[in-house]
């Protein structure tokens, strides 16, 4: 047989049409970018899908979206815990940056709470027994607008196990009555901004005044700063971003009482 009906694959690899390697550079980078991740270590791909979806003009599905992001491999836990989250952080620094609006900042978080509001829905939860069932209180104080965070920490609750309620922004009356009718085992008050420290601060005298020493209280969401200085400053029992922290907390707190 004539050596010429061999194929030589370097001649077959030198030969190949120019489209051929532009089509495989760019299978290679969308590849790579869809690997990158940001600083967070989340996906960036799907970060900046999740950004384009949630600040598009025109109609908004939250199933639909969130169909995508499981398609992208993403978990419903990592949906609550991380993404939505982040991307609300990226939503505020765009803003201040004046890369977009408020009303857009707006929408988007709307968006991103119904997002939550979907994921929420198909979670796998923590079934405890009603005697080991917490009751938690998540609370927005007065000035404060950070019900995004809010809802986060509700679905996260809920997927522990905990009973959950909500307070947004009750006058000092309507708290005390609730709080006397059914004190929480444990009460999150969610602050994003120094500015309502002080109101923060008030809300606590009037859980202390209207549930007394037993019910835990915890000061989380964005704010900054020392963790003592914060409890001192409020009269909170524990300052912490970590949801679980504060239910551990929680947890101890009742367990050591039971000794006593």
Partial sequence: MSTDDHTDPRGAWRNRPVHVDALATRVIS???DRQAVSADGLRRFVLDHLMRAILCPGPFSAGNLFEELRGH???TDDIIDNYVPCVARELGSDWVADDISFAQVTIGTLRLQSLVGEAARTMRLDHKTDQGRLHVLVLVPAGEQHFLGASVLDAQLRRMGCEVSSSYDEDAGSLTFRLMQDAPDLILITCA???TLESARRTVQTIRSA???GTVVALGGAIEGDE????????VDIVTRRVAEAVSFC???SAASLRL
Avoid: F
């Fill in 211 to 213: 549930a007394g020493n």
């Fill in 30 to 32: 969308v590849l790579s």
């Fill in 73 to 75: 491999r993403v978990t």
């Fill in 193 to 195: 901004r120094s500015e």
């Fill in 251 to 253: 947890m101890a707190r």
């Fill in 228 to 235: 003592e200085e914060l409890k001192d400053l409020t009269g």
